[in-house]
C-alpha cells in the first residue's frame, strides 16, 4: 500500500484500536483509491483522507423504555454524521442487538460514498441502536422509538441529517418514530425521516427500492458480457426487506431463485420461490415476523439451519447477500466459484469479506459492491425527500423509472471509472474511485474547516 495512505489507515486504527469493522471497511476503500491519490496530489495537499476518516459528529445516547412487564429497559442510541459536503446526512437507523459505534461507523462511511454515487444531493450518515425487534409487543417497540426520538428529535431536520430504514427498522418502526417527532416538535416535518408509509409522506417505490435496485445493477453488468438475467438461477440470503423486493424483480425479469434465509437458517426451493410463494413470505415476515422454516413445512422443501452450512453451497448463476455484513466467507466465495457463479450482486453492505472479493476478482466473477448494488434504497429515499419538498407526489412507474436510470448511470459511472482508472470492470475500484471524488472535491472547494 501506499506510504500515505499507510500512515492515514494506521492513524485511524491507533486512535479505535477496537474498531475492526470500520477499519474493514477503510482498508477497502482507501486501498482502492490509490490511483486517485495519486493521479491529483490536492487530495493529499488538502488533507482529505485524514479528514474524511474521522466522522464530523458522533451523537451517542441512552434510550430508557418500558417493557411489557412494567420494567424500566436501557439500550444504546447512535447517530453518526460523517460528512455533510454534499448535502444533509443521511442514511438509515438499524436495530440490532450486534449494534456498536464500530458497526455503525462502517456503515456511515460506506454511506458516504454510496450517496455521492447516487447523483443526488445527499451526506453520509448511519444511526441506530443494540435494541432487537425480534420477539418484541408493538407496543414495546412504539415505547422504544418514541424514546429514541426524544433525543435523536434535536439531531435531525429535513435539511440536516434524514434518517430512514436498516436491519430491524421498517415501515412500522418509521411511523412510530416519525409520530414521537411530530409530537416533540410539533411540525409536520415530512422531509426529516424517509421510508415513511405511502399515504403519510412516503414514497411509492421506497419499499422496493434497494432489492429492485440490486437486480437492476446486476443486470447491467451481466449486459457487458452480452447476457441478461432471463433464465438465470438466483440464490438470496436473508429474507428482510432487502431480498424480499430483490427476489420479486428476479422474478419480474424471469430468473429462478432456490433460496432465501434468515439469521437461524435456509429454505432450498428447486423449483423456485414464484409470486404465490413470495406473496406468502411477505406475510410470514412483515406481518406474522415468523421465521424462514416455516416456508420449508408450508412447501414441503428442505431447510438447513445455518449452523450446518450456508445457501452459498448452492449451485446458481447469480449469488444476491442480501442480510448482513461478513456473510460470505472466502470458503463460501470459493464454493460458488468452483459452482459456476457467473455475478454477484450485494444488496447488503459489505457481505462479502476481502478474501472473498479477492477470489471473485481473481476469477473475473461479476461483482457488485454494495455501495453501488444497494444503492437503490437511499436514491428512492432522495426521491421521498424531493417530492416531500414539493408537496406533490410521483406515480409508481415514475419513481421505478428514476430508480432504474439512476441505477444504470451508477453502473456507467463505476463502469466508466474503473476502465479511466485502468482497472476495466473492477466495480469496486470503478465505485470507491467515483463515489470519493465528487465528495474530495466539494470538500476542496468548500475550505479546510469542512
Ligand atoms: P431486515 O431487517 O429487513 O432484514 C435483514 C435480514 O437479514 C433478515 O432476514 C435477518 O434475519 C437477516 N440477518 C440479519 N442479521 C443476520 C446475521 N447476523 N446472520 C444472518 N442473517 C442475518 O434488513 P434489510 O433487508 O433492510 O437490510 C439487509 C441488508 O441490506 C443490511 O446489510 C442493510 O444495511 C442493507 N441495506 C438496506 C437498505 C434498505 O433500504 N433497507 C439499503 C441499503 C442497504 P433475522 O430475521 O433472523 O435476523
Redesign the pocket.
Known amino acids: 500500500m501506499d506510504k500515505y495512505i499507510e500512515s492515514v489507515y494506521n492513524r485511524v486504527v491507533e486512535k479505535d484500536p477496537h474498531q475492526k469493522i470500520f477499519h474493514q471497511a477503510l482498508i477497502e476503500v482507501l486501498e482502492s483509491l490509490e490511483p486517485a491519490i495519486k493521479k491529483y496530489p490536492q487530495y493529499k495537499e488538502y488533507a482529505i483522507l485524514e479528514r474524511i476518516t474521522e466522522p464530523e459528529r458522533v451523537i451517542k445516547f441512552r434510550v430508557p423504555w418500558v417493557d411489557k412487564d412494567g420494567k424500566i429497559q436501557v439500550n444504546r442510541g447512535f447517530r453518526i454524521q460523517f460528512n455533510s459536503a454534499l448535502g444533509p446526512y443521511k442514511g438509515?437507523l438499524?436495530f440490532?442487538p450486534?449494534v456498536t459505534e464500530d458497526i455503525l461507523k462502517f456503515?456511515g462511511f460506506e454511506q458516504i460514498f454510496k450517496n455521492s454515487l447516487t447523483t443526488l444531493p445527499m451526506g453520509g450518515g448511519k444511526g441506530g441502536s443494540d435494541f432487537d425487534p425480534?420477539g418484541k409487543t408493538d407496543a414495546e417497540v412504539e415505547s422504544f422509538c418514541e424514546s429514541l426520538m426524544f433525543e435523536l428529535y434535536r439531531h435531525i431536520g429535513q435539511f440536516t441529517d434524514v434518517p430512514?430504514?436498516?436491519?430491524?427498522?421498517?415501515g412500522r418502526e418509521i411511523g412510530y418514530l416519525y409520530g414521537a417527532y411530530r409530537k416533540i416538535s410539533n411540525y409536520h416535518g415530512t422531509g426529516v425521516l424517509t421510508?415513511k408509509g405511502a399515504g403519510w409522506g412516503g414514497s411509492l417505490i421506497r419499499p422496493e427500492?434497494?432489492g429492485y435496485g440490486c437486480v437492476y445493477f446486476v443486470n447491467e453488468m451481466l449486459k457487458t458480457r452480452n447476457e441478461d438475467i432471463k433464465g438465470k438461477v438466483v440464490v438470496v440470503?436473508?429474507?428482510?426487506?432487502?431480498?424480499q423486493y430483490a427476489v420479486e424483480k428476479c422474478i419480474d425479469l424471469g430468473a429462478k431463485v432456490i433460496a432465501m434465509?434468515?439469521?437461524?437458517g435456509w429454505i432450498h426451493d428447486p423449483a423456485g420461490i414464484d409470486r404465490e410463494k413470495l406473496a406468502w413470505i411477505l406475510e410470514l415476515?412483515n406481518e406474522r415476523r415468523g421465521?424462514?422454516r416455516e416456508y420449508a413445512d408450508q412447501f414441503k422443501v428442505d431447510y438447513t439451519v445455518?449452523a450446518k452450512g450456508t445457501p452459498w453451497s448452492l449451485k446458481c448463476d447469480i449469488a444476491l447477500p442480501?442480510?448482513?455484513?461478513n456473510?460470505v466467507d472466502a470458503k463460501e466465495a470459493k464454493m460458488l466459484v468452483d459452482n459456476g457463479v457467473m455475478a454477484v450482486g450485494e444488496?447488503?453492505?459489505m457481505?462479502t469479506v476481502p478474501e472473498g472479493i479477492e477470489i471473485f476478482l481473481e476469477n473475473n466473477i461479476l461483482f457488485a459492491p454494495?455501495k453501488a448494488a444497494?444503492a437503490g434504497?437511499?436514491s428512492v429515499s432522495g426521491l421521498e425527500m424531493a417530492q416531500n419538498s414539493q408537496r406533490y407526489f410521483w406515480t409508481r412507474e415514475e419513481v421505478d423509472a428514476k430508480l432504474h436510470q439512476i441505477m444504470q448511470a451508477i453502473h456507467a459511472n463505476a463502469y466508466k471509472t474503473s476502465e479511466l482508472f485502468g482497472k476495466k470492470g473492477n466495480y469496486m475500484v470503478g465505485a470507491n474511485i467515483a463515489g470519493f471524488l465528487k465528495v474530495a472535491d466539494a470538500m476542496i472547494a468548500q475550505g479546510h474547516r469542512v
Open positions: 438509515g438499524r440490532h450486534t456503515l425480534k430512514a430504514g436498516d436491519i430491524g427498522v421498517g421510508g427500492a434497494t440470503s436473508g429474507s428482510g426487506n432487502v431480498a434465509s434468515d439469521s437461524t415476515k421465521r424462514i445455518t442480501c442480510a448482513t455484513q456473510e444488496g447488503a453492505n457481505p454494495g444497494n434504497g437511499v
